[in-house]
């Protein structure tokens, strides 16, 4: 079964430090993988996603992430956070549902904390 | 752009009562679906529906219904709220296409059942 591991639940940064979040998945097929953002009280924002093109790939407000398939690792890395950059990120991966319909699978999210 | 918009930001509703949360697209988007948010757990998909009058269980579908009676408009139904449907409701919606599709997300139902 498909499924997405955020592996840690929380991250903090000093501002204009490197962020790391970390994604582990786990699909039977090439998945496509994204990563969403939901900043407080706000809906869902799609950061980027991955759809078997280019192995890195870049999204938006200069954050990245790069496939890796032999470590089913895709991990979300910036290189010097921000302070807007504080908000809960979510590792997703889209799994066929059947019926030629599919639907996504959301990790536990990682909340990101900057510190001045 | 495209915009997901929820009826209500935030709901206070009593044990046992009928609650509608009612989301509307204006894309034309084939796929709506609908989600609770509780902390450290993610997102987790309650119905979705991919065509008018269709749907499907999502993997949490006990204690809801949902109605799409028309495209733009997909309503979730608690028929008899409990406290443990106390959560936060998303909706978003995607066109059908291939995998690589994009979900865009509302802003949220903060809902408390007392």
């Known amino acids: 079964a498909q499924s997405v591991t955020q592996l840690d639940s929380h991250v903090s940064v000093s501002e204009g430090t490197p962020v790391l979040l970390r994604c582990n998945y786990s699909?039977?097929?090439?998945?496509?993988l994204f990563w969403y953002v939901q900043h407080p009280n706000k809906g869902l924002q799609l950061l980027l996603k991955y759809t078997s093109a280019a192995t890195l790939v870049k999204g938006i407000n200069g954050f990245e992430a790069e496939f890796k398939k032999s470590e089913t690792s895709f991990h979300l890395t910036k290189p010097s956070a921000h302070m807007s950059d504080a908000a809960e990120y979510f590792c997703?991966?889209?799994?066929?549902?059947?019926?030629?319909?599919?639907?996504?699978?959301f990790g536990a999210g990682t909340r990101l904390a900057v510190h001045p | 752009d495209v915009k997901v918009t929820q009826s209500s930001r935030y709901l206070v509703k009593r044990t046992g009562e009928k609650v509608f949360l009612e989301c509307v697209q204006d894309m034309d988007h084939e796929n709506m679906f609908w989600y609770r948010q509780d902390p450290g757990l993610g997102l987790r998909l309650i119905y979705f529906?991919?065509?008018?009058?269709?749907?499907e269980k999502g993997d949490i579908p006990e204690g809801y219904s949902v109605s799409r009676e028309k495209k733009e408009r997909f309503s979730l139904i608690l028929e008899s709220a409990s406290t443990n449907q106390t959560s936060m409701y998303l909706c978003?919606?995607?066109?059908?296409?291939?995998?690589?599709?994009?979900?865009?997300f509302g802003p949220g139902t903060r809902l408390t059942v007392l």
């Open positions: 978003a919606s995607s066109p059908r296409t291939d995998l690589g599709y994009t979900q865009y």
């Open positions: 529906s991919y065509d008018v009058k269709m749907k």
């Open positions: 699909s039977s097929y090439s998945p496509s």
């Open positions: 997703v991966v889209s799994v066929a549902s059947g019926g030629g319909y599919n639907k996504l699978i």
